[in-house]
């Protein structure tokens, strides 16, 4: 399975859009949308840091690395879900191992893989760090009914301080917006994918005006 449309718009709510590395609520150093060092190149330590010269190429290179980082996450969730799932209960799975990388060792793969009826619960068993209740609680309620919670638009853009700190949203941006810069719907092209993660880091540090 693949996410959805509305799913891929309410993990990007979730996490918002954060064009440089900055320290998340539990001081892991994050890049775009919810990308850290686990989820593999481009590593965030290694990326310029504070706001690019170039906002839009910067937002377009983020969503990039979304896009690989979500298929990395799609794969998982199917690799460890043994029943079949609706959309939207696969798209919530996504989103939650989007941000816990624990879909392999959750009670709740478990409590669902088993058929239990009330597995969704096994959702607020991950509350860590406790500000997180809101995604967890957003997750089990689109798992049990397919109530998403993201409108499909006002997604923050966020503003980061060279020393990684967050600074209040610099912009919202439409999910329809999101949606066409990766490639998502009908008629619509998907963005040429640089050839190596040495080429990404190449273009963002030249976006970024060559700070370091």
């Known amino acids: 399975m693949k996410v959805s449309d509305k799913g891929l718009l309410e993990i990007c709510e979730h996490e918002g859009i954060v064009p440089a590395p900055y320290l998340d609520s539990v001081g892991v150093l994050t890049f775009g949308v919810g990308h850290?060092?686990?989820?593999?190149?481009?590593?965030?330590?290694?990326?310029?840091?504070?706001?690019?010269?170039?906002?839009?190429?910067?937002?377009?290179?983020?969503?990039?690395?979304?896009?690989v980082d979500l298929e990395?996450?799609?794969?998982?969730?199917n690799r460890e879900i043994k029943v079949p799932l609706k959309q939207h209960e696969f798209d919530a799975l996504v989103s939650f191992d989007f941000n816990t990388g624990g879909i392999h060792r959750a009670k709740l793969t478990k409590?669902?893989?088993?058929?239990?009826?009330?597995?969704?619960?096994?959702?607020?068993?991950?509350?860590?760090?406790?500000?997180?209740?809101?995604?967890?609680?957003?997750?089990?309620?689109?798992?049990?009914?397919?109530?998403?919670?993201?409108?499909g638009d006002d997604i923050p853009v966020w503003r980061v301080t060279d020393d990684g700190k967050l600074a209040g949203i610099h912009s919202v941006m439409d999910g329809a917006d999101i949606l066409r810069r990766m490639g998502r719907?009908?008629?619509?092209?998907?963005?040429?994918?640089?050839?190596?993660w040495a080429a990404i880091i190449t273009i963002i540090a030249r976006l970024f005006g060559g700070k370091s």
């Open 36 to 67: 850290t060092a686990g989820a593999g190149e481009p590593y965030p330590a290694h990326m310029p840091r504070g706001m690019p010269s170039n906002l839009d190429d910067a937002i377009t290179e983020v969503l990039g690395v979304f896009r």
């Open 185 to 196: 719907g009908l008629s619509i092209s998907a963005p040429a994918e640089p050839g190596t």
């Open 111 to 151: 409590a669902i893989n088993a058929g239990d009826p009330q597995a969704s619960r096994h959702f607020m068993g991950w509350l860590r760090p406790p500000e997180i209740r809101k995604r967890r609680t957003a997750e089990m309620r689109l798992f049990q009914s397919g109530n998403y919670d993201a409108n």
């Open 72 to 77: 990395r996450y799609e794969a998982r969730v």
